[in-house]
């Protein structure tokens, strides 16, 4: 299994520009999760699903969009980027059993 | 609102010593806690996790770590440590069944390990 992955692994965007963050899971896990990392902040919640069809705001949603229209892909839209999108974004999954979550490798974002 | 607070931001120990890192949870329900590792340019890896079936738990790398609900603490620890524990390492709780199974972390302790 190749377990959560992530594309791209990085990406430069200029200011105003917009992308989508890919995430795929293959484990069948009905919960995933998106997350930004800062230095020295930890990860932050920026959405979450618990299900195909089901969308939910995490601590900080702003400026990022999220669909979930299969089990399998639960893609991050960035609409207008702006510099304080700069970070690392983590997608996770888990299947509920004991709230353990699994992790994809990361995407690093630029926006300048 | 379940919270992590990880003391000390960064951790320097030598080769061979012991390593403490500290996690301290709040949280209103009983916890389910957990300690993940990131080496650098990759995501995070489950070291071990608390889910109320023994106060003290085993993980991989020889990593260990202690649930005490008087203290409202579960540092990690390990005996030895090695170059390669070298590594950013958060704690994590869980908000518990209706809120997604969301984790809440901490800001997470950079370890370095001197030669």
Redesign the interface.
């Known amino acids: 299994n190749a377990g ?1 992955t992530q594309t791209p692994k990085f990406r430069i965007l200029k200011i105003g520009q917009s992308m989508t963050l890919q995430c795929t899971q293959d484990m069948n896990h009905n ?1 995933m ?1 998106w997350y930004r990392q800062d230095p ?4 932050k ?1 920026i959405y ?1 699903s ?1 299900g195909a069809g089901i969308t ?1 705001k ?1 601590e900080v949603p702003n400026g990022y969009n999220v669909s979930r229209s299969t089990t399998e892909d639960f893609p991050l839209r960035l609409e207008l980027a702006a510099p304080s999108q700069t970070s690392v974004y ?1 997608c ?1 999954s ?1 299947s ?1 059993h ?9 995407t690093r974002l630029t926006v300048t | 609102a379940q919270s992590v607070t990880q003391l000390g931001s960064h951790v320097s120990v030598s080769e061979g010593a012991l390593v403490l890192l500290r996690c301290n949870y709040s949280s209103s329900v009983p916890p389910y806690l957990f300690w993940y590792v990131q080496y650098p340019n990759q995501g995070l890896q489950l070291l071990l996790k608390y889910t109320s079936a023994a106060t003290l738990v085993k993980g991989i790398n020889g990593f260990e770590a202690e649930f005490k609900k008087s203290e409202t603490s579960f540092h990690l620890t390990k005996p030895s440590a090695h170059m390669s524990d070298a590594a950013e390492y958060f704690c994590a709780v869980s908000e518990g069944p209706g809120e997604g199974n969301k984790l809440v972390f901490g800001a997470g302790t950079i370890l370095r390990v001197k030669s």
């Not at chain 1, 020295?40 to 990860?43: F, K, P, R, T």
């Not at chain 1, 004991?98 to 990361?106: A, D, I, K, V």
Request: net charge negative; proline share 4%.
């Open positions: 959560v919960y999760y020295g902040m930890g990860l919640l979450y618990v939910d995490g983590f996770a888990s509920g004991l709230y353990e979550q699994y992790f994809g490798p990361g």
